[in-house]
T-cell receptor, first 115, second 116 residues
Framework: AQTVTQSQPEMSVQEAETVTLSCTYD???????LFWYKQPPSRQMILVIR??????QNATENRFSVNFQKAAKSFSLKISDSQLGDTAMYFC????????????FGTGTRLLVSP | DAGVTQSPTHLIKTRGQQVTLRCSPK?????VSWYQQALGQGPQFIFQ???????QRGNFPDRFSGHQFPNYSSELNVNALLLGDSALYLC???????????????FGPGTRLLVL
């Protein structure tokens, strides 16, 4: 069974700075999908970024980018120019490529962006 | 274009009661997945519905059941509620295509269930 580990329960950063959230996972599959979701206090889980394992190029979405290291089974999220609205829980998630679209989540990292 | 909607937003029940939660998927989506998120934890997969059938199930007892309607909306039913069932229940929708894997799941705002 796949597992996802987020080793940083809490992180804090000042506005305009850069922060990196860590995520590692365990799988025996060669192809799969990885996601970062953001859950603000409003509870709505929002997709931040996704990465296909067969793509070597790291995904980027505006201020958000990932560092995908397939051999190390590592998938970190970098947030540049942090904004107050980035304050939220961030969840790393894994999805297999074997047909069923089930997400396996980590335990989350609480990010606090301060002025 | 409406996103994923869930009702109700909050619910309070007592032990032993039964509860039904509802979800309407994002327009164009045909697959609904349900997740349970306990306080301070990541979401845990309950089950997934496609073409009105349960396609996959997580490690949850039979007290948890569901249904999908022809319009792709879905219900989650929990019988004989326990205190431990208190959680945020999230619904996610996606599009299933046998030629396309790894479709992104879009989440609703969730239903907060409190069992007393």
């Amino acid at each position: 069974a796949q597992t996802v580990t987020q080793s940083q329960p809490e992180m804090s950063v000042q506005e305009a700075e850069t922060v990196t959230l860590s995520c590692t996972y365990d799988t025996s599959e060669n192809n799969y999908y990885l996601f970062w979701y953001k859950q603000p206090p409003s509870r709505q889980m929002i997709l931040v970024i996704r990465q296909e394992a067969y793509k070597q190029q790291n995904a980027t979405e505006n201020r958000f980018s990932v560092n995908f290291q397939k051999a190390a089974k590592s998938f970190s999220l970098k947030i540049s120019d942090s904004q107050l609205g980035d304050t939220a829980m961030y969840f790393c998630a894994f999805m297999t490529d074997t047909g069923f679209q089930k997400l396996v989540f980590g335990t989350g990292t609480r990010l606090l962006v301060s002025p | 274009d409406a996103g994923v909607t869930q009702s109700p937003t909050h619910l309070i029940k007592t032990r032993g009661q039964q509860v039904t939660l509802r979800c309407s998927p994002k327009s164009g989506h045909d697959t609904v997945s349900w997740y349970q998120q306990a306080l301070g934890q990541g979401p845990q997969f309950i089950f997934q519905y496609y073409e009105e059938e349960e396609r996959q199930r997580g490690n949850f007892p039979d007290r948890f059941s569901g249904h999908q309607f022809p319009n792709y909306s879905s219900e989650l039913n929990v019988n004989a509620l326990l205190l431990g069932d208190s959680a945020l229940y999230l619904c996610a929708s996606s599009s299933s295509d046998r030629y396309s894997m790894g479709e992104t799941q879009y989440f609703g705002p969730g239903t907060r269930l409190l069992v007393l």
